[in-house]
Structure formats: C-alpha cells, structure tokens
C-alpha cells in the first residue's frame, strides 16, 4: 500500500538550524515540512516589515535551503513551509533566485490569501488561517518547493497527503486523521521527548532529540515515528502528550476539516513507532479563524533583589519609594511580584536572596523608560540594605497584542500561485459542506477507584502534562499512563480543583474537556495570558510550564497509584 513519508524540520522560528539536513540525510522521505509561524512570530514579521516592506518571511529558511535545496533535489524531496510569513510572494522570489545562483532546476509555488488586513487597518497583521487544499494544488502541478504565509499549522501536512492520495474536500475522516498527524509533527521534536514530564524515568538520550516523521496512508492512518539512529524516542506518552498541546475540546476544528480528538487511538507499533488511527473527522466550521496583531504599546520593568532577613519589609519599603516616585505620571498598568527564591540560613547569597518584580505599560514610551529606570537607579544609596538590581533597567520596549477574530469562508481568496505564474484559486467549501462548531457531548467518566489508603504527593508521579498558549488563554493537558491512575484522574482533578492547586486561575473561566481515549483531560484557562505572549503579561508568558507547576503540586493520591 502506499506510503506517504513527511517529516517535521522546524517546530518555531528559531528551531535547530540543522534539523532540515538531518531530516533530508538521516533516512526515506517524500516531503519534509517547516512549520516557522507563531503568535509572537507574526508579531516579529510585522515589525520587520514596518522597517522593510520587502522583509516580513523567515530568512532562517533561506539559509537552510543554500545548504539543502540542492540535496532536496538530488533526493527527490519536496519542501513545505510556511516560512513565506506576511510576503510569501517575496520569499518564493527569494528561493528562486537562491536556486538560479546555485543552478538548481527547482519548482517554486506559494500560496497566499491569508492577509485580511484591510478588514481590520488598526492591525499591524490580520491573517486568516488557510486550509492545506492550495498546498495540495501546487503540488499536483509539480511544484518541488511550496512556500506559504498564514495556514494552519497541520495545512503542511494535510497538502501534500491530499496531494498523494486525491482526497477530496468531502473526505472527512481522511483530511481528519492527517490532521491529527500534522498536530503531532508541527512541533518538531515535542514529539519525540522533547518538553516530556517523564524524561527523568525515560532511559533515553535527549541530548540532541530527532525530529518526528509521519507515515501517512491513503486511508489518513498514520505511524508517527523518527530517522533510526537518531536521539530521543517515540511512544504512546510523547505522541499523547504533543496531542493534547494548544487544543482544547474534542472538536479540533480547521478550514478543511473539524478532527474529533475523542476518536483518536493510539498504539505501539514497535520501539519508536505509534499507529494513529480511528480518527473521525466532520465537516469544518463556516468561518476562518483570524490572528491580529497590533502594537500595544510600551513595557518596562525592574527586578530588585531582597537578600538576607526583613525580606517582605524590603519589598513593602521598595514600593512604596517607587510609588511616590512615579506619583507625576504614574504608568497605565503597574504590576509587582515578590518571588520567593530565598531560603533561610543559606549557604550562598543567590540562594539567600528574593525577587521583586516590577513591570509597568503604557502607551507613551516616555513613562516606562527614563522616569522609571531613573526612579529605580535613585534608590542605589537610599533604599533598603543590600540594595541592588539583577541588571540595569532599560528605556522600555514595544509590546504587542494578540487578538483571534473570524471571518466567512467564503470571504477570504485562497489562491495557488504556480511555479510557471499560473494562479488557480481554492473554492471555499459550500455552505451545505460546513457545519457551526458546537462543544462535543461530554463522555462518560470511568468507574472510580475502589476506596484505600492515600498518601499525600506530586500530582506528577501518576499523571503526565503538557501546557501552551493560545493567545490570552493557557491550555493544560493532563493524561495518566495506566487505566486505574486514568479512573482516579478523571474524578479528583476537576474544575474547582485545578483552581485550588493553581491560585493564579481561581478567579479565571477554567474549562474541562474529557478524553478517555487519550485517558486525558484538557483544560482550558481564559485570559491568564492576558493580551497573549508578545505582553509578556505574566512571569511564563506562554504557559509553558503551567503543567509542570500543576504536576509538582501535592494531593491526595491512592497508595496503589504511587
């Protein structure tokens, strides 16, 4: 049966420079896929091309290819990424002129489409997230290299697997299952024990983790596994825990497809090989989702270090020096935080010392640069004993705002842009081939444990977590590695209980989504990221270590877990 091998080489703008030559050298691929756009990354283009309006695409990629393109070609392995950004039309220019200097005969198609930004001219970017079907289109007319801007993150995948196979946009549950394998490559090396709450009982070496593959067949179930020889691993757990990474409930909706989360199984398939089938897909929503982006404006801040005795007498002194001082013009937003990172009677200053946190926002630089940092500076001789600062403050940075909007389908021109200049447009799906997003039945929970002795530890001896952004709001997703630890974790960590064991979420909207398949629970906290990554609302301003705090906190756990 026919196989379709696609790998992952880029998880973020910045992932490992030589991870496409390791994916194009360690083994058998067909297309080999670079995912390079986040929330903050576009955010980053947006800003590149206020200075240079041809600016605005990944420029990492370009380097990869002057390294790797010719060895592509050799090899017959065809690129997607979505490094092309805010100016996919410039960077599929750039690609084509790097082959010529290299006398490369390679094919260079990109989509685009995406920018919505006239609908929203108070944006710095508006892009709405396009489906994989230009992906597929420009392959199908023989395009070696397919460059786009915004599309979905698993769009890479799902393009080139309809591309193989002729899947139709009626194919649900095909388009669903690559789905499914797209979510788990988009962030390269997660997949293969990268980030994993149990790499210390791993036994493996992470060192250098290889980047995860897909083997993709006609009926959209897949083995996900990696190049033999290469670090890291795959199994049930990194593959689970990548699943339940940014998504929230059972309906994993997209532009080609709504994927149900609640009918994936997984299942070993030999050292390093988990089969992903029973996915389900259903048809997708009527409406795009739109990622905004605009400037926010200006944020400070100030971290002073408490050491030795007297430490909440030193905070309460050092605020209310900078609140006086700042009394004129006071910021829009002033924000402290007192971080405990002293103990007591300890061996070296660092660990005798605390953190006192100041960050400020305003719209007008002048308030959160000199004003502040001159206040801060002024204490040196006239604050509280030991006075110092972990680093001297600056003149204040832009910040930026991350905003999801939507718009119809069928609003929104999604065009295949071929390597010989032909232009094929996408048809949006009719309106008899959408279906509105709706929440999906709650599942049945499992029998509860019988009663027994408990012992009070970690919620992360028994359960596994993995936490991620999506714009203001954090998900949490949390499994469990065996039946009876699943039949415990589905009643004890509930809504109200998620909220007790982390303080920062009691006064938030926290949603529980069950998945009994996965053995897992998703939850999704609104608005603990305030304005999204680029605020830098909160001290981990991508939630992810959200899970790893809910994992080291105690409760109640049956001794027959532990």
């Known amino acids: 049966m026919s196989v379709l091998r696609v790998g ?16 194009l050298t360690g083994g ?82 990109h989509v685009e489409g995406d920018d919505v930004g006239s609908r929203w001219p108070g944006s710095l970017t508006a892009h709405a997230y396009l489906g994989g079907f230009g992906i597929a289109a420009c392959l199908r007319e023989g395009a070696d290299v397919v460059v786009t801007g915004r599309v979905t993150d698993a769009a890479l995948v799902t393009g080139p697997a309809a591309a193989r196979f002729g899947w139709g946009p009626r194919e649900y549950d095909r388009l669903a299952g690559a789905v499914v394998a797209g979510h788990v ?46 670090g890291g691993f ?32 997984l299942t070993q398939d030999g050292p390093d090989r988990v089969r992903i089938d029973g996915v389900r897909g259903e048809a997708p929503p009527p409406a795009l989702k739109v990622g905004r982006t605009r400037l926010g404006g200006f944020r400070n801040e100030v971290v002073f270090v408490l050491t030795g005795l007297d430490i909440e007498a030193k905070a309460a002194l050092a605020r209310r020096q900078m609140t006086d001082a700042l009394a004129k013009s006071p910021p829009a ?28 926002r305003d719209p007008e630089q002048a308030l959160v640069g000199r004003a502040l940092s001159g206040a801060a500076v002024e204490l040196a001789l006239a604050g509280y004993p030991g006075f110092h600062l972990l680093a001297p403050p600056g003149k204040g940075s832009p910040y930026g705002v991350f905003e999801a909007s939507s718009v119809p389908q069928g609003d929104v021109e999604h065009v295949a842009v071929l390597h010989d200049g032909r232009r094929l447009t996408v048809p949006a799906p009719p309106a008899d081939a959408t279906r509105p997003l709706e929440a999906a039945p709650e599942p049945a929970l499992p029998e ?31 499994w469990a590695r065996t039946d009876d630890a699943w039949r415990w974790l589905a009643h004890e960590l ?14 938030l909207t926290v949603t529980r989504h069950v998945l009994p398949r996965l053995r897992a629970l998703n939850f999704v906290v609104e608005g603990v990221l305030g304005a999204g990554v680029a605020s830098q609302h909160r001290f981990d301003p991508q939630a992810k270590a959200l899970g790893e705090w809910l994992r080291s906190r105690c409760l109640d756990i049956p001794e027959a877990l532990l």
């Open 494 to 507: 509930t809504t109200d209980r998620l909220r007790e064991l982390l303080p920062e979420c009691r006064t």
């Open 333 to 360: 937003e002033v924000r402290w935080e007192l971080v405990r990172t002293d103990r007591p009677d300890a061996d070296t200053e660092e660990t005798a010392s605390a953190l006192l946190r100041l960050v400020v």
């Open 28 to 109: 058998e691929l067909d297309v080999v896929t670079g995912d390079y756009l986040a929330e903050l990354t576009m955010l980053i283009l947006g800003r590149d091309r206020l200075k240079d309006p041809a600016a605005g695409y990944a420029r990492t990629f370009l380097r990869q290819l002057e390294e790797c393109l010719g060895l592509a070609h050799e090899r017959g392995v065809r690129i997607v990424a979505n490094a092309g950004g805010l100016n996919p039309a410039g960077l599929a220019d750039a690609v084509r002129e790097t082959a010529d200097r290299l006398g490369i005969p390679v094919r260079v198609a």
């Open 8 to 23: 992952n080489a880029s998880g973020f703008y910045g992932d490992r420079f030589d991870a496409l030559r390791e994916m």
């Open 185 to 230: 490559l988009e962030c390269g090396t997660q997949a293969t024990g990268g980030n994993y709450a149990f790499f210390a009982d791993a036994g493996r070496d992470l060192r250098r983790p290889g980047f995860p593959l897909a083997e993709i067949h006609e009926d959209g179930s897949c083995v996900i596994t990696k190049h033999p020889g290469t």
């Open 234 to 265: 795959v199994d049930v757990g990194t593959v689970t825990a990548q699943l339940l990474y940014e998504t929230g409930g059972a309906r994993y909706a997209g532009p080609d497809v709504t994927a149900r989360l609640d009918t994936v199984r």
């Open 448 to 478: 509860p444990l019988p009663p027994g002795p408990v012992r009070r530890a970690p919620l992360g001896l028994v359960a596994g977590a993995r936490s991620g952004d999506k714009g203001g709001d954090a998900n949490v997703g949390v």
